[in-house]
């Protein structure tokens, strides 16, 4: 059973930064498309960020690139978020996932994944 576990979260100001982890069991992450995904209150969830597992390239959504970092560290089987700069926007629920896909790139939908996290609350005070 794949099991994703996030953690990391917490409450900060407004320029602050967070690393948010994504641990796995059950699934061998370094050979699955990781993502980052976040739902803040009233909002759809949304893609943030992934990691191909074919080719490494990582993506980024708009609004976080040149503020979020997306990283793997394989032998830990796990996935980090570190997140600088951080603004009141970025407040909502960060989840992970992980989906085979041995195909160059990676997709940042909803519906692209199979597995999930439970997700970690982060908040952003101005």
């Known amino acids: 059973e794949v099991q994703l576990v996030e953690s990391g979260g917490g409450l900060v100001q407004a320029g602050g930064s967070l690393r948010l982890s994504c641990a796995g069991s059950?699934?061998?992450?370094?050979?699955?498309?990781i993502a980052w995904f976040r739902q803040a209150p009233g909002k759809e969830r949304e893609g943030v960020s992934c990691?191909?597992?074919?080719?490494?390239?990582?993506y980024y959504v708009e609004s976080v690139k040149g503020r979020f970092t997306m990283s793997k560290h394989n032998a830990r089987n796990t996935a980090y978020l570190e997140m600088n700069n951080l603004k009141p926007e970025d407040t909502a629920v960060y989840y992970c996932?992980?989906?085979?896909?041995?195909?160059?790139?990676?997709?940042?939908?909803?519906?692209?994944?199979?597995?999930w996290g439970q997700g970690t609350q982060v908040t952003v005070s101005s």
């Open positions: 996932a992980a989906d085979f896909a041995p195909i160059l790139g990676c997709a940042m939908g909803t519906t692209d994944y199979g597995s």
């Open positions: 059950g699934v061998t992450l370094a050979d699955y498309d």
């Open positions: 990691i191909s597992s074919s080719d490494g390239k990582i």
